[in-house]
Antibody
Framework: EVQLVESGGGLVQPGGSLRLSCAAS????????MHWVRQAPGKGLVWVSR????????GYADSVKGRFTISRDNAKNTLYLQMNSLRAEDTAVFYC??????????WGRGTLVAVSS | QSALTQPPSASGSPGQSVTISCTGT?????????VSWYQKHPGKAPKLMIY???KRPSGVPDRFSGSKSGNTASLTVSGLQAEDEADYYC??????????FGGGTTLTVL
């Protein structure tokens, strides 16, 4: 069974940093593009970032470019999102997702990030 | 402002059909076949309902169908059931390793 389990969320002050992790199981992790998607309270889904199987190719939403870094450790079957210079508007549930079908994502349950002083 | 435009709400009675639109541009929806649709119930993870415009993952009822014409994609739910009440989001590849989501449509089963 495919499982994606996010962790690392919490409360952080504006300007602070946080690293999210996503533990993957039930599939060959290195074969798939992986994504981070977020949803602010009461708002819609927003794509954040994408990384290919060997970690050599990535993409970022304009709103996080230069502040967030996506990476993966295929030996540990884990996806990461390093988030720096956090702002109040980054407050959201962050979902890890695998591109198990072309352009179509399978999702974890999410981890909440709250940016507040 | 989301990159892809969806109506905020849609509704239908049990057994009826409802169609949700997703309008993009010639740089995203119009350019690529990688249009997907997701169902999201409050407090739950999103669920993939349609990928590559019209393909259904295993386990998704054939009441759900997708299509695309030009820069607009559509999700049709036929034979509406109470459990179909949820938020629905479209997504499209936008080139250069970027993806976009629509703002979401709340489907109400009357």
């Amino acid at each position: 069974e495919v499982q994606l389990v996010e962790s690392g969320g919490g409360l952080v002050q504006p300007g602070g940093s946080l690293r999210l992790s996503c533990a993957a199981s039930g599939f060959t992790f290195s074969d798939y593009w992986m994504h981070w998607v977020r949803q602010a309270p009461g708002k819609g889904l927003v794509w954040v970032s994408r990384l290919n199987g060997d970690g050599s190719s990535s993409g970022y939403a304009d709103s996080v470019k230069g502040r967030f870094t996506i990476s993966r450790d295929n030996a540990k079957n884990t996806l990461y999102l390093q988030m720096n210079s956090l702002r109040a508007e980054d407050t959201a549930v962050f979902y890890c997702a695998g591109e198990f079908n072309p352009g179509g994502l399978g999702w974890g349950r999410g981890t909440l990030v709250a940016v507040s002083s | 402002q989301s990159a892809l435009t969806q109506p905020p709400s849609a509704s239908g009675s049990p057994g009826q059909s409802v169609t949700i639109s997703c309008t993009g541009t010639s740089s995203d929806v119009g350019a690529y076949k990688y249009v997907s649709w997701y169902q999201k119930h409050p407090g739950k993870a999103p669920k993939l309902m349609i990928y590559e415009v019209s393909k259904r993952p295993s386990g998704v009822p054939d009441r759900f169908s997708g299509s695309k014409s030009g820069n607009t994609a559509s999700l049709t739910v036929s034979g509406l059931q109470a459990e179909d009440e949820a938020d629905y989001y479209c997504s499209s590849y936008a080139g250069d390793n970027n993806f976009e989501f629509g703002g979401g449509t709340t489907l109400t089963v009357l």
